[in-house]
């Protein structure tokens, strides 16, 4: 299984890469979601994914008894999507105001489009 998590993980990295190479801004935006749920595959691969009991410490132990599953890789992903999910949504934002705004959500484009307010005269 955590071969496959590993396969899974390097195709995802692949395909966010290759959609950060690309000019337009919303492609660019779907790259770095595809990278994130990359990152978030290799902390839960590197986690160990055990089907262990759950790490209770029983009354009177001062330690759990018995292998348990370990909580930490979840809740880094769990913090990681929620994150994630904000900053998407505000690039989200940013990006239909840039396509408000200039009409265009072009890398190139907006590289070459003047500032508002700014002369194009040089002075």
Do not use: H, W
Request: glycine content about 10%; aromatic content about 8%.
């Amino acid at each position: 299984m955590d071969v496959l998590f590993a396969l899974l993980a390097g195709v995802l990295t692949a395909a966010g890469v290759y959609l950060l190479l690309r000019r337009s801004l919303v492609r660019m935006l779907f790259g770095v979601i595809l990278l994130s749920n990359a990152v978030n595959l290799v902390l839960f691969a590197a986690g160990r994914t055990t089907r262990a009991a759950p790490p209770i410490i029983p009354e009177g132990l001062s330690a759990p008894a018995g292998a348990v599953a370990n909580p930490l890789p979840q809740a880094l992903i769990l913090t990681a999507i929620v994150i994630g999910f904000g900053l998407v949504a505000f690039a989200f934002v940013l990006l239909y105001r840039t396509y408000a705004t200039f009409g265009t959500v072009d890398a190139d484009d907006l590289a070459r489009e003047p500032e508002r307010g700014e002369k194009g005269d040089g002075g």
